[in-house]
């Protein structure tokens, strides 16, 4: 099973047959605004796509782009429900919504019923994030939401609360830097052990030497050595990510 075309399995050189439109929805009287993708020809199902700390950036764009012109209809969620002015101003943000894991899980839920809303009942579901994105597909994990799978891109492993045993539904992907400070291998080890102890169902892939950020073309730029684009690991891992998708939501 493929998308509609083999370009798509790449988003550095998919040339999008879709225009994003502006997406509003709620969390509990916070007003959020996404990014909706829909395909141009039939739906094989639905992605929400959680972005960086610094919320919704072109990378993050790109990849919810190739999701779409390869079927599923995506949707770029939104973190905060307010403007993020620079990377910098997005620790605080990051903070405070990280800061109850509750209040975090239930902002990633909303995003995910938003979408289920638009795709319709029987359509399959499946999240996706990177970096803090990463993260927030984790917790929907952890925390029981019933989708075919989460996928994460150099994502935090850390948790304010592990998964109980039985708790999580959804096939899980893991595309990890190897050489990322922000979840060096205790983070790793730890993380394995959570998720057999819940029965969870994970697929684990490192990349020698690469660091965190690896799927962001700019990530060099910032002038931060924890970050640092791969090319190769960005390849991969979205490869990765396809074969679980044809696996579980074939088209």
């Known amino acids: 099973m493929t998308p509609a075309s083999d370009t798509c399995r790449s988003p550095i050189s998919c040339r999008s047959k879709t225009l994003a439109e502006a997406f509003s929805y709620t969390d509990r009287g916070t007003a959020l605004s996404g990014l909706l993708f829909r395909p141009a020809g039939a739906v094989r199902g639905a992605i929400v796509v959680f ?5 919704v950036t072109p990378h993050v764009e ?3 782009q190739a999701l779409a012109d390869a079927g599923f ?3 770029i969620a939104d973190f905060y429900g307010e403007p993020v002015a620079s990377f910098e101003a997005s620790r605080p943000l990051a903070e405070k919504l990280r800061g109850d894991v509750a209040h975090y899980r239930a902002r990633c839920h909303a995003a995910v019923a938003a979408l289920r809303d638009v795709a319709g009942a029987g359509v399959p579901m499946a999240a996706i994030g990177f970096c803090m994105g990463g993260q927030a597909v984790l917790e929907l994990a ?4 019933d989708l075919a799978l989460v996928a994460s891109f ?8 592990a998964a109980e045993p039985g708790a999580v539904k959804a096939r899980i992907l893991v595309c990890h830097g190897d050489a990322d400070p922000l979840a060096p291998r205790d983070h ?3 993380f394995w052990e959570e998720m057999d102890a819940a029965g969870a169902n994970w697929h684990f892939h490192s990349y020698a030497g690469v660091k ?3 799927t962001e073309p700019g990530a060099d730029k910032r002038g ?3 970050l640092g684009y791969d090319a190769s690991a960005d390849r991969q891992s979205w490869a990765a990510l396809y074969s679980l998708l044809d696996e579980l939501i074939p088209a």
């Open 51 to 55: 972005p960086t700390i610094a919320n």
């Open 142 to 145: 952890r925390d029981g939401a």
């Open 224 to 226: 931060m050595a924890a």
């Open 212 to 214: 965190h950020g690896f």
């Open 73 to 75: 209809i995506a949707l």
């Open 188 to 190: 790793v080890r730890a």
């Open 154 to 161: 150099h994502g935090l492993l850390t948790t304010g609360k």
């Open 62 to 64: 790109v990849k919810a």
